[in-house]
């Protein structure tokens, strides 16, 4: 299909980049092809090779075609080119995925699912909202139940979690961890106790970590961490005996067999015993 694409848009040089390499060395001669149903195909695509003054294929690994295989997902999925218009596609490229959100702080005194909760009750979007949050806030809106006044979450098991705002997600973590039945346990478990519970917001794992952190009686009574805050690098010394140690001790109680109360004495006797066997 796509070498058929570009003889129509009368591409004479081309160069073929596939993240397969089964097929790119079969098609490049370097591997013979056996299966009786990839013959056919091998062969339209040299007949196919040869309308092009210059054809190359080349092998790239799969995770340097990411974007070749989204914008094919994506024009796969974008109706027949007849007498559509297609707007020009705009390419985002962000630092991190994007189940990623984070939200710090709740604006103009609404909570998180304000725009959520919004538009399953009356399918209207923010104001200043573009296409691209407009976006967003159907896809997240999937996920959410609104019974009345009280918004949900969905859970993969068929489960509703009643969603919360920041000033009740801060009472319920210091109920569940610290409260009549609280046992102080880790943040990762906290995050599930209170999922079990039946409660739920966007951010609640990194702010039950940051909870667990901010505990007094953890830090008192937890288990002392003897790893190092950062990773230690070994050094090695230039040359042998490149430093030097000394350590001060008292004196010995009781005396050892030779009679010697201090490590500096034995040391002496012992110099002067080597000086006589020297002489």
């Not at 056919?40 to 040299?46: G, L, S």
């Not at 538009?119 to 019974?147: C, M, Q, V, W």
């Not at 949900?152 to 801060?170: H, M, S």
């Amino acid at each position: 299909m796509g070498l058929n694409m570009a003889i129509n848009l009368d591409v004479h040089k081309l160069m073929v980049l596939g993240d397969s390499e089964l097929l790119i060395r079969q098609i490049q001669g370097e591997w013979e092809t056996r299966d009786i149903k990839l013959i056919p195909y091998k062969q339209f695509v040299e007949d196919l090779s040869k309308r092009f003054k210059s054809i190359e294929f080349r092998h790239i690994p799969r995770s340097h075609n990411e974007l070749a295989d989204a914008l094919a997902t994506l024009a796969f999925m974008l109706p027949y080119p007849g007498n559509t218009h297609l707007d020009p596609l705009e390419i985002q490229i962000r630092d991190q995925h994007g189940y990623c959100n984070i939200i710090d702080a709740e604006p103009d005194n609404e909570p998180w699912y304000y725009d959520i909760k919004r538009f399953l009750k009356s399918k209207e979007y923010p104001i200043h909202a573009k296409a691209d949050k407009k976006r967003t806030i159907r896809r997240l809106a999937n996920g959410f139940f609104l019974s009345g006044e009280i918004l949900y979450k969905r859970t993969p098991d068929l489960n509703l979690l009643r969603c919360v705002n920041i000033q009740e997600a801060e009472r319920i973590m210091n109920e569940v961890h610290s409260g009549v039945c609280g046992s102080h346990m880790n943040g990762y478990v906290l995050a599930k106790k209170i999922m079990r519970a039946g409660y739920y917001w966007l951010t609640m794992e990194r702010d039950c970590f940051r909870f667990v952190c901010k505990c007094h009686q953890c830090q008192i009574h937890g288990n002392l961490i003897h790893s190092p805050p950062s990773e230690l690098h070994p050094m090695s010394s230039s040359w042998p005996f490149v430093a030097w140690g000394m350590d001060v001790i008292g004196p010995i109680e009781p005396k050892v067999s030779a009679k010697h109360r201090s490590i500096q004495e034995q040391n002496f006797i012992s110099s002067q015993n080597i000086e006589e066997w020297s002489v």
